[in-house]
């Protein structure tokens, strides 16, 4: 029985960002520029992932009124058909 030494390289945040933009500016198949760079294919699609999620605006916002709403609402909303949806504070 043969074992084969696996070469693993540990890479950080910054060093992933860098490989892959130097991908994203190769114009090279994602394939074509890992076997050139000795990258593993599947570890850079993973890092692809987690940067853009890292890197996306958060799906909800955080908002306070500047003053005291003039209705008894403390939430009003109106959809485009017409319909209000309305919570009490």
Do not use: H, Y
């Amino acid at each position: 029985m043969s074992t084969k030494q696996l070469n693993r390289v540990r890479r950080g945040e910054a060093e992933w960002r860098t490989i892959i933009g130097r991908f994203e500016q190769s114009g090279k198949t994602q394939l074509s520029f890992c076997r050139e760079t000795g990258v593993s294919p599947s570890t850079m699609a993973l890092w692809q992932r987690r940067l853009r999620a890292a890197s996306s605006p958060a799906p909800f916002v955080d908002v306070t009124p500047a003053m005291r709403p003039a209705t008894p609402w403390s939430i009003e909303i109106a959809f485009p058909d017409g319909t209000m949806a309305r919570v009490r504070g």
